[in-house]
């Protein structure tokens, strides 16, 4: 007889503190793929948003570079997620994304030309 107690659900080993991989694979394969990329898409929004200075306090994290590439990446994934998530789900995304832009142009000191800013090869030039 073991004194070694079952791993809890949580997938977490209680001897080693990592988690099981076959628990957490089971885990994200139970997950919808409409959720694995609104949930990207998020974090995506969210750093771009910090890293425009956005966020509280947000002068000391902004970084326009960075945020140039996040929201490349999120316009690029919304461009090619566009046909697999419904628009009820691609709605809001697009919504932020075309927010972030307009952020983006108004924070930097020379605004891209239009059609020429983050994520506009997807979306085409952005106008407020």
């Given amino acids: 007889m073991s ?6 659900e949580s997938g977490i080993n209680p ?6 991989f ?9 997950v919808p793929a409409v959720e694995v990329i609104t949930t990207v898409a998020v974090h995506l929004m969210s750093a771009a948003a910090v890293n425009l200075g956005l966020a509280e306090g947000g002068e000391g994290h902004k970084d326009l570079d960075e945020a140039r590439k996040l929201i490349h990446s999120l316009a690029g994934l919304m461009d090619a ?12 995304l697009r919504d932020g994304l075309k927010s972030l832009q307009l952020a983006f142009r108004e924070a930097s000191d020379v605004p891209d030309e239009p ?3 983050p994520g506009e090869k997807y979306t085409g030039p952005v106008f407020g």
């Fill in 3 to 8: 004194d070694a107690t079952p791993a809890p």
């Fill in 15 to 20: 001897d080693s503190d990592s988690p099981d």
């Fill in 22 to 30: 076959d628990t957490l694979t089971r885990d994200i394969a139970d």
């Fill in 81 to 92: 997620s566009a046909t697999e998530i419904s628009s009820f789900h691609a709605a809001p």
């Fill in 115 to 117: 059609g020429q800013g």
